[in-house]
């Protein structure tokens, strides 16, 4: 049987160097689940599990299939968004899901779970054009690599575009002491003209 290991595959967006570089990212395809509250930490950890129940019952459902390749689950990620006109943020869970999973399989997985009443869906966002780059240490001392990132672009002929980012927890937080997490940092760029 076929196995997809994107640590193996897809370093490159995974298992960034903590310099950082510019890269494309195709349209990777993500389960997202949406908001049910406010910003909170109780709602982000709660989400996030949530999340990775949704996202492991999809990959049972497809395994029993016998059709499709099996495959490593996929890290969560964050995509946190800010408005240009104010100082409000939110966010929003995803992880990503092989091309091959579809709307069928994520309704099984949803109606395995009981008493769920959070809502989930599938979305392919467009390709874009990012800078990437990881960070190791604490969330709270994330600003220096963004920063860092974009004075990397603005030496490269690049800007940001906005002020949303993206996380991908490859040490999961819950597991691991603030100094031990990496997380990889991106953000959409594009050339200045």
Not at 39 to 58: N, Q
Not at 156 to 178: C, L, M, S, W
Request: charged fraction near 25%.
């Amino acid at each position: 049987m076929i196995y997809y290991d994107w640590r193996k595959v897809e370093k490159q967006f995974y298992f960034p160097s903590t310099k950082p570089y510019i890269l494309k990212k195709p349209a990777f395809q993500y389960l997202i689940i949406k908001r049910s509250k406010a910003l909170s930490m109780e709602s982000f950890i709660e989400e996030m599990e949530l999340l990775l129940a949704i996202s492991k019952a999809i990959k049972l459902k497809s395994n029993q299939t016998n059709k499709n390749p099996d495959y490593q689950l996929f890290p969560i990620e964050c995509r946190w968004i800010q408005s240009d006109s104010s100082k409000q943020v939110d966010f929003q869970l995803m992880i990503r899901q092989p091309q091959f999973i579809n709307e069928k399989l994520l309704q099984q997985a949803v109606l395995s779970k009981n008493n769920l009443t959070h809502q989930f869906f599938l979305k392919k966002p467009e390709p874009t054009l990012r800078v990437f780059c990881l960070h190791k240490g604490s969330y709270h001392t994330e600003a220096d690599c963004l920063n860092k990132m974009t004075h990397y672009c603005q030496s490269k002929g690049y800007q940001r575009i906005g002020k949303d980012y993206e996380e991908i927890y490859v040490a999961d937080f819950r597991n691991h002491t603030p100094k031990q997490l990496k997380t990889v940092l991106s953000f959409e760029i594009e050339k200045t003209t």
